[in-house]
Every structure is written in C-alpha cells, then in structure tokens.
C-alpha cells in the first residue's frame, strides 16, 4: 500500500485511477483496506475544494412547487396572502422565521436550504 495525500487535481486523477483499479476488492483484501483509505482522502479533497453550498431559499422553495406540481396560492398556508407570496417568490420581502418553519414542516423544505441566505 503506497498511499499519499491528495494535493492537487493532478494527484487526485491519480487517485482515481488507481481506485478504479482496486475498486472490486473482496472485504478482507489489503486491496479492500486501500480502497476505504483512498476513498475517504478523495472525499476529503472535493470537500475542501468543491464544497457544494446549500441552494437559494427561493430556488429551494419553486424547486418543491415543481416537484409538488404546486402553485403559488398553494403557499398561503405556510407565507401568507396573494401579495406576501408574490412579494417572496419574486424576492422583494425576505422570508421570516415563521414562513421558514412552516413551509419546512408543511414543504419538507430543508432547513439548511431555507436559511442560506442567513447562514
């Protein structure tokens, strides 16, 4: 086993490679062990490098009214009236603490992706 850290793109094609050559090694192999290692410095690497922040709030939301096939009177419920939804989707009021919770628990709309703006 001669594994080394991951420091740049060019040691991370590397890596690739040399995972894709042990890939399918049988539990117990040293292969096997080499594979978790590596596998966790690639992780590593794209983490640090190629972090993936959470989506907008908005996109989040009308990324769910697709998903739901909703409309925006849909969101009344968890925004309040025509005006406020309209206000929110078009990005002209902030959404409060209240709408956050409530198109989380009604939307299932992740917390971390109703909050990027604030966070």
Known sequence: MNIKPIRNEEDLQE????LESIFQAENGAPESDEMEILVTLIEAYENKHYSISPPDPIEA???RMDQQGLKARDLEAFIGGSGRVSEVLNRKRPLSLRMIK???NGLKIP???LLADVV
Do not use: A
């Open 61 to 63: 939301i009308k990324f």
């Open 102 to 104: 409530r198109l989380h």
């Open 15 to 18: 890596s690739f490679r040399h």
């Open 111 to 113: 917390y971390e992706s």
